[in-house]
């Protein structure tokens, strides 16, 4: 069975700017999750989507938003970056919702703002 | 404030056990602790999970105290290959509910 996979592995984008970025699950799995890591704040969770629908959302700003489709793909768009969202975006797949759910994890996607 | 706290970093000895300490002050009633593993460029990867007491799989087993204001991971005989950090990761109850990871913990094995 294929993986978690994430697309594109690297990304620059220039403050202001905005981007997309993508996530498959592993097939079957319904629920998908969205994580930011840095080194100064690690692993912090950002939202949760299953059957289409925002489950669980983390403490980010309004400017971090997400959505999943009818085939579980997800995609997570940051709006008006800024340098302080350069980071490793992680996206987990699991077979359904809630934390006690075994997550997998994709390689994640690696954002650059300059 | 909520937090999730573990040492920054551990070293030991091929063969060793070790035990990975998380501190969760405030953890929801009836959800799980779940610990990950994370290698440079890679995404976590599940180790193992438990909600009280203890559970052993193949690869660790997980401590749990009655208060459950704490989690042991247990690594039994540590080889290289277990280089990488360790995360716990809990459901916080901290007015909204929301996942919470660890700080990590990495750890370091040698020959």
């Known amino acids: 069975k294929a993986g978690v996979t994430q697309t594109p592995r690297y990304l620059i984008k220039t403050r202001g700017q905005q981007v997309t970025l993508s996530c498959s699950p592993i097939?079957?799995?319904?629920?998908v999750s969205w994580y930011q890591q840095t080194p100064g704040q690690g692993l912090q969770f950002l939202f949760e989507?299953?059957?289409?629908?925002?489950?669980n959302k983390g403490n980010f700003p309004g400017r971090f938003s997400g959505r999943q489709f009818s085939n579980s793909r997800s995609e997570m768009n940051v709006s008006t970056l800024e340098l302080g969202d350069s980071a490793l975006y992680l996206c987990a797949s699991s077979l359904d919702s809630g934390p006690y759910n075994e997550q997998f994890f994709g390689p994640g996607t690696r954002l650059t703002v300059l | 404030l909520a937090k999730t706290t573990q040492p920054i970093s551990m070293d030991s000895y091929e063969g060793q056990e070790v035990n990975i300490t998380c501190s969760h002050n405030n953890i929801a009633t009836n959800d799980y602790i779940t610990w990950y593993q994370q290698f440079p460029s890679q995404g976590p990867r599940f180790i193992i999970q438990?909600?009280?007491t203890k559970v052993t799989n193949e690869v660790a087993s997980l401590f749990i105290p009655a208060d459950r204001k704490s989690s042991t991971l247990s690594l039994p005989r540590v080889s290289l290959s277990d280089t990488a950090v360790y995360y716990c990761?809990?459901?916080?109850?901290?007015?909204?509910?929301?996942?919470?990871f660890g700080t990590g913990t990495r750890l370091l094995v040698s020959p």
């Open positions: 097939s079957g799995h319904r629920s």
């Open positions: 438990g909600y009280k």
């Open positions: 990761l809990v459901l916080m109850n901290t007015g909204f509910q929301k996942l919470v």
């Open positions: 989507y299953f059957s289409e629908t925002q489950r």
